[in-house]
Each structure stands twice: as C-alpha cells, then as structure tokens.
C-alpha cells in the first residue's frame, strides 16, 4: 500500500511516516520506481507508534518498546519496569505543571485587573519580587 494509506489506516500522517523511517522507527519496502510500500504489518508496528505516542513516551522508549514487542522472548517484567519509569516521568511534569499553575493562580490573584500599570505577573516575569 501507499504512504497515504498506511496514514489513513494507522492514524499516522504521511509526514510522520516519512520521520519514523528517518529516525529507524520503520522500515518501508521501496519499489523499482523508488515508492515506498506499507503491509499490514508496517501499519501495525505504526498504531503501535501512534499509541505509544498518545501515552507520551519519548521515542528512544519507543524504540525500546517496539524492540521489546518484537521480541516474542522477552520479559514481561522489562515492559512493565520501562512503562513504571514513564508513570514516574509524567508524574513528576504533572507536578511540575500544577506547581506552576498554583504560582500564576496566585499571582493573577494579586493583580488588580485595573488600568493601573501595576501588575505581579510582570514583575515576577521580569525576575523582581512581586
């Protein structure tokens, strides 16, 4: 099949196609004519990609992963050691995120909203103490 219908039938545009195969995440058959060809299991191995993508592991834990699957002798236990790594990973960024929010909510709160030209947020976003 075709770029195009690899990307409709994985979910997966054509332009990121083209940079998983860059970057090695897929190998496409190429035809006499220099084309690329997708089978069956290329789009498998790309809504493998685009899940993992939705969870937001990071490619090089994609790579891994995708090595893992293929690998009908792994350890299940390498799988779950590299998926509870990501669980930690994301949430110490949604830790991150509400700390961030809770200082704009309390600096927002601070603000008079007014026609003053007095305002918390932009002398904290300047570096100087609100």
């Known amino acids: 099949m075709t770029i ?7 979910g997966v545009s054509a332009k ?11 190998e496409a058959e190429r035809r006499a004519n220099g084309y690329r060809s997708y089978g069956a299991q290329d ?9 993992a ?9 994609i790579r891994r992963l995708l090595a893992l699957w293929r690998d009908r002798t792994r350890a299940s236990a390498e799988v779950k ?4 790594g990501h669980v930690e990973a994301l949430e110490a960024k949604a830790a991150s995120l509400n700390a961030m929010a809770s200082s704009l909510r309390h600096l927002a709160q601070h603000c008079a ?7 918390p947020i932009l002398t904290e976003l300047e570096g100087k103490t609100a």
């Not at 195009?4 to 994985?10: I, K, L, Q, T």
């Not at 993508?53 to 090089?60: C, G, T």
């Open 4 to 10: 195009g219908e690899a990307a409709a039938r994985s």
């Open 16 to 26: 990121m196609i083209r940079h998983y195969e860059a970057i090695g995440l897929i």
């Open 43 to 51: 789009v498998a191995v790309l809504r493998f990609i685009r899940h």
């Open 53 to 61: 993508r939705d969870l937001a592991f990071p490619l090089e834990d």
């Open 81 to 84: 050691h590299l998926a509870l």
């Open 113 to 119: 909203g007014d026609d003053r030209p007095d305002c």
